[in-house]
């Protein structure tokens, strides 16, 4: 937009996401709209009525904050729930319509040199490029972090989540569709939401492991997913029959 050429490096073979669901809250969406794609992600969003706490124990609303007209009025934009693929794609079109914008795939830089005027950039193959800037996006386990601030690596907080977009069919009607649901209780909590458009129901259940975090798959189990949140409500428990097992989320800070 300032008229900068930019170029894009991704290491895997294909651009691409992962995850599902995201809320984007008015600060997200302003940049959306600053950067001209925000027609398009809100295309196949779902603008939900609130944000609703309730107590995952005995199914009580706590408290919710309305998302509706006023909302907007005070902060300029909406909060939407998108699915991650529908908001890359937009950006992804977006940045091959820019003929300022050059993406690469199978770039896997290995080191940037910084210099009094510009900053060498090289990869794997030994490929260099003169920049006058380097932005690294390159994620959690950045492997460019260490030439700005060596801090070593990410560290298991002991919570793991396990997520997943289930078909609309498969979710009942009392599920309360047209909000975002936070079901919180001690140590866990459960967040729902419909995204692309409504065809799909987006489910994380999040909680703490009573065991040790470790560089294994033997913590944060499927086995303890299940003894956590089997104290819920009946809803609750309901909904973990359908959350998506096969793969877990240790979250790191």
């Given at each position: 937009r300032?008229g900068i050429?930019?170029?894009?490096f991704?290491?895997?073979?294909?651009?691409?996401?992962?995850?599902a669901?995201?809320q984007?809250?008015?600060n997200?969406?302003?940049l959306?709209?600053?950067l001209g794609?925000?027609?398009q992600v809100?295309?196949?969003?779902v603008?939900?009525?609130?944000?609703?706490w309730?107590?995952?124990?005995?199914g009580?609303r706590?408290t919710?904050?309305?998302?509706?007209?006023?909302?907007?009025e005070?902060?300029g934009?909406p909060?939407?729930?998108?699915h991650r693929?529908?908001?890359?794609e937009?950006?992804y079109?977006a940045c091959?319509a820019?003929s300022?914008?050059?993406?690469?795939k199978?770039r896997?830089?290995t080191s940037?040199?910084e210099r009094?005027k510009?900053?060498?950039?090289?990869?794997?193959?030994?490929?260099?490029?003169?920049?006058?800037?380097?932005?690294?996006?390159?994620g959690l386990w950045?492997?460019?972090?260490?030439?700005?601030?060596?801090d070593?690596?990410?560290?298991?907080?002991?919570y793991?989540?396990?997520?997943?977009a289930?078909d609309?069919k498969?979710?009942?009607?009392e599920?309360?569709?047209?909000?975002v649901q936070f079901?919180i209780?001690?140590?866990?909590?459960?967040?729902?939401?419909?995204?692309r458009g409504?065809e799909?129901?987006n489910?994380a259940a999040v909680?703490?492991?009573?065991?040790k975090?470790?560089?294994?798959?033997?913590?944060?189990t499927?086995e303890?997913l299940n003894?956590?949140f089997s104290?819920g409500c009946e809803?609750?428990?309901?909904?973990?029959?359908s959350?998506?097992t096969?793969?877990r989320?240790?979250?790191y800070?």
């Amino acid at each position: 937009r300032a008229g900068i050429r930019v170029r894009l490096f991704e290491k895997k073979e294909e651009f691409g996401e992962v995850g599902a669901g995201m809320q984007l809250a008015p600060n997200c969406t302003r940049l959306l709209d600053r950067l001209g794609i925000l027609q398009q992600v809100q295309a196949s969003a779902v603008f939900p009525k609130q944000i609703v706490w309730i107590d995952a124990l005995n199914g009580q609303r706590l408290t919710a904050i309305d998302l509706g007209a006023k909302f907007i009025e005070t902060f300029g934009y909406p909060y939407i729930v998108v699915h991650r693929a529908d908001l890359f794609e937009a950006i992804y079109q977006a940045c091959l319509a820019n003929s300022l914008i050059t993406m690469e795939k199978n770039r896997v830089v290995t080191s940037i040199d910084e210099r009094p005027k510009s900053v060498m950039v090289e990869c794997a193959d030994g490929t260099r490029y003169d920049c006058n800037m380097v932005i690294a996006a390159d994620g959690l386990w950045s492997s460019l972090r260490k030439f700005v601030c060596d801090d070593g690596a990410p560290h298991s907080v002991g919570y793991v989540t396990y997520r997943g977009a289930i078909d609309i069919k498969q979710v009942s009607e009392e599920a309360g569709l047209e909000n975002v649901q936070f079901w919180i209780g001690p140590g866990m909590h459960l967040v729902q939401y419909l995204v692309r458009g409504g065809e799909l129901y987006n489910q994380a259940a999040v909680f703490k492991s009573k065991k040790k975090p470790d560089d294994t798959d033997q913590w944060g189990t499927k086995e303890e997913l299940n003894e956590h949140f089997s104290a819920g409500c009946e809803h609750v428990k309901n909904a973990l029959k359908s959350i998506q097992t096969n793969i877990r989320w240790p979250v790191y800070e």
